[in-house]
């Protein structure tokens, strides 16, 4: 069965370092997501994405953050300068097929971020 | 706006014991209504959906009605296992294209033997 795939499932990085978060989303899926959960939280929308171009984003997803779909099958999350509060965990997400479902969002495995 | 409401958790249930977990919202338009579980370790995992009133969705002995009435989609199942630990998590689909989900702060559930 398809699946998304995010890497790495950890990182840990320093206070102001960037970071790339990698999804691999299910082939011939339209709509991409990135929402994340902090610990003990609720899950939280980041950012839809959309014919290469971003859909809507949440209050969150400020200046710092960038998505990209660079290759046709790679979409990721760039966080420039990362602060403490950014840690948590990111899930990318994936729907619509063309014709088909697209309301059911695929969750992938998460990457727990941890910034020190 | 929109919101998702969840009853606060823990809940521990022995094996076999009749599970609810309550969920409303709030919402304009008419979402679709999803219930996803978390394993431990694990990413969410779609269990359930309904996209109208009076839609049930149902899967691996869950199921959930959406009433549009008391605005609700409560999750069931008659006999829990085990294997049901997890925490689950309500949400809402915004209607239109490229919608996100707004999840409720997810109900941990332990079933013990």
């Known amino acids: 069965e398809p699946e998304v795939t995010q890497t790495p499932s950890h990182q840990v990085t320093q206070m102001g370092q960037e970071v790339i978060l990698r999804c691999v989303p299910i082939?011939?899926?339209?709509?991409f997501y990135w929402y994340r959960q902090i610990l003990g939280q609720k899950v939280e929308f980041l950012v839809s994405?959309?014919?290469?171009?971003?859909?809507?984003k949440s209050e969150i997803f400020d200046d710092q953050f960038s998505v990209e779909r660079p290759d046709g099958s790679n979409f990721t999350l760039k966080i420039r300068s990362t602060k403490l509060e950014d840690s948590a965990m990111y899930f990318c997400?994936?729907?619509?097929?063309?014709?088909?479902?697209?309301?059911?969002?695929?969750f992938g495995p998460g990457t727990r971020l941890l910034v020190l | 706006g929109n919101s998702v409401t969840q009853m606060e958790g823990p809940v521990t249930l022995s094996e076999e014991a009749f599970l609810t977990i309550n969920c409303t919202y709030t919402?304009?338009?008419?979402?679709?209504l999803f219930w996803y579980v978390q394993y431990p370790g694990e990413g969410l995992q779609l269990l359930l959906k309904?996209?109208?009133?009076?839609d049930k969705g149902s899967n691996k002995g869950f199921e959930a009605t959406y009433r549009k009435e008391t605005t609700s989609f409560h999750l069931e199942k008659g006999s829990v296992q085990v294997s049901d630990s997890a925490v689950y998590f309500c949400?809402?689909?915004?209607?239109?294209?490229?919608?996100?989900?707004?999840f409720g702060t997810g109900t941990r559930l332990q079933v013990t033997l």
């Open positions: 997400t994936s729907t619509g097929l063309a014709g088909g479902d697209q309301e059911t969002q695929y």
């Open positions: 082939s011939n899926h339209l709509y």
């Open positions: 994405f959309y014919n290469n171009e971003i859909s809507e």
């Open positions: 919402a304009t338009g008419y979402p679709s």
């Open positions: 309904a996209t109208k009133a009076d």
């Open positions: 949400a809402l689909l915004h209607t239109g294209t490229a919608s996100k989900l707004t």
